[in-house]
């Protein structure tokens, strides 16, 4: 059997190995256009940045090592002009002496990953300006710094590697401004948690341009579409990537809404003996079972080796993908799986929101607080997505969050995982499972929640609503939600009958803990229309400043 792989990066490496492993006698062979193969795209801010001292560390595998470890031959720098489906051959042109050879295939797979998308700016081919891709990008951002020395510098885009790079930037001693065509960074966050990432980034020095779109670049300058002038020297372009499908598009390869080739569970094309794999190739929502496109070296990896299993005789399938990610801002650490809200409401979901604030670990060993904001199925509990911004315990949680999720617990589940706990790691109520307890008890409508933005909207709407501050004065006088009134939680008892019972009533402390305390005293003395204030003051005010 003659598999042919296009492309050689992470999946089409990934597809080379696994059917190796599989079947000694398959004849393998991948051809690259690019110069490098098998390599970290996922690392090159951070070499950049100065955290990885030698390039060649994010290439750690080359054609000699495959043809030794797999006997499968890698050609660089081989681009494949086309394919003749019918007679299963394609023709291969070798980039460095034009030489045009033709080759046969009995599985033919498309690794062909995908393309930064270059935005229609003038100036965007002018030499102080650049594309985070390969390794060759990475080479010529690197000559550029050590050579010209620039001072400031203009990331174009507010995604992961948007991100990513500025603080690597801003590491590296440069000036850095951020420019965001949207209202918010990272698209797959809520605004209200993307809102404190971006506080963050402020905080560290990264001048955030938001709303704002970038229409020209000049040599020392970005102009934008409002009419405002940014000096710059150096200009980095993270405005996400294009699947690369243009060839499989000349055979007949069905092509998806999100733009990325369409496949089954097997990684097969509608195209017999034709595969398609990482970032060229679709994926589904474990949700909804709808189409997904989040390209990710992790999934491409998953993809690669799914595809390589299956024409070797496997069995292996793919089970989709909650689009769950992850990336560092400075010290701040920001995950997200599943849904965020809007989509939740947008696929018909009646959703239940908590923003659940707790420490890490044990405040007493110095644990810092995470903010997680969930999203439950009220009609079947089920989780749907969650988000969480923090400086430590992030990577645990998001990654017990993404395991509920996929295998579809409810939010009562979640407090009774028998979770690891010793103060240095958690608290005895662990975040993860704190957070099950307070959606399943709001599903239950026993402790109902409410966010700042649906108690706001309430109280414009002239709806009369007491709202009961549960802090001691001290922090009630330094900041509280509008129109609240100050009970501090020891004293509620006895003042709640100067409290009226009919009227819709919100609690709240500095998080939600002690607000919760509170709800449960009222509704113990007859409240029943009683909320808790989702993520309490903290939440509140955070909530406010976006406004």
């Not at 006088?477 to 019972?501: F, T, W």
């Amino acid at each position: 059997m003659k598999i042919i792989i296009i492309g050689s990066v992470a999946a089409g490496t990934s597809v080379a190995a696994k059917a190796r492993r599989n079947d000694e006698q398959a004849d393998i062979t991948l051809y690259n256009a690019d110069y490098d193969i098998s390599y970290s795209v996922c690392g090159i801010p951070y070499f950049l940045g100065g955290e990885i001292d030698e390039l060649e560390t994010l290439t750690p595998r080359t054609p000699s090592w495959f043809k030794k470890r797999y006997n499968v031959d890698i050609f660089i720098r081989h681009e494949v002009t086309s394919i003749d489906a019918v007679e299963k051959k394609i023709q291969v042109k070798n980039l460095d002496t034009n030489e045009v050879k033709e080759d046969i295939y009995d599985v033919l797979v498309f690794a062909t990953g995908a393309s930064p998308i270059t935005p229609e700016i003038s100036g965007v081919e002018l030499e102080h300006v650049f594309q985070v891709r390969t390794i060759q990008n990475t080479k010529a951002i690197e000559k550029f710094i050590k050579e010209k020395q620039p001072e400031k510098a203009t990331i174009i885009g507010a995604g992961y590697i948007g991100l990513e790079m500025a603080e690597q930037l801003k590491t590296r001693g440069l000036d850095v401004t951020l420019v965001q065509r949207s209202n918010q960074v990272m698209s797959h966050l809520d605004k209200d948690m993307a809102s404190r990432v971006e506080e963050h980034l402020v905080k560290k020095g990264v001048n955030l341009v938001l709303n704002e779109e970038v229409t020209a670049i000049n040599k020392k300058e970005i102009q934008t579409k409002s009419g405002k002038f940014l000096e710059t020297d150096m200009v980095i372009l993270a405005t996400g990537v294009r699947p690369n499908t243009l060839l499989a598009e000349a055979i007949g390869v069905n092509i998806g809404q999100s733009g990325a080739i369409v496949v089954n569970s097997k990684m097969q094309t509608n195209i017999p003996d034709v595969y398609a794999v990482g970032d060229v190739a679709e994926s589904y929502s474990l949700i909804t079972g709808k189409p997904l496109y989040r390209p990710l070296g992790s999934t491409a990896n998953k993809m690669g080796r799914i595809a390589g299993d299956v024409i070797t005789g496997g069995s292996l399938e793919h089970r989709g993908i909650l689009g769950t990610g992850i990336l560092r801002v400075f010290d701040l650490a920001v995950g997200q799986t599943g849904m965020n809200e809007t989509e939740a409401l947008e696929e018909g979901y009646t959703i239940e929101i908590l923003h659940n604030i707790k420490p890490a670990r044990a405040e007493y060993l110095g644990g810092k607080e995470l903010i997680i904001k969930a999203i439950a199925d009220r009609e079947t509990g089920r989780i749907l997505g969650v988000q969480i911004v923090g400086e430590e315990g992030v990577d645990k949680r998001i990654d017990v969050f993404v395991t509920a999720i996929t295998f579809k617990a409810k939010a009562e589940d979640l407090f009774h995982l028998d979770l690891a706990y010793a103060p240095p790691f958690s608290t005895t109520k662990d975040p993860v499972m704190y957070t099950g307890m307070a959606l399943q008890n709001a599903i239950e409508k026993k402790n109902k929640l409410i966010t700042p933005s649906a108690l706001t909207e309430r109280m414009k709407s002239g709806e009369a609503i007491q709202v009961i501050d549960t802090r001691a004065a001290k922090q009630f006088q330094a900041s509280c939600v509008d129109s609240a009134i100050n009970i501090p939680l020891g004293e509620l008892r006895e003042k709640s009958k100067d409290l009226d019972p009919s009227l819709p009533t919100v609690t709240y402390c500095n998080s939600g803990v002690t607000g919760n305390a509170a709800q449960n005293v009222l509704r113990n003395l007859g409240y029943s229309d009683i909320y808790n204030l989702s993520g309490g003051n903290k939440n509140y005010q955070n909530y406010k400043k976006r406004k």
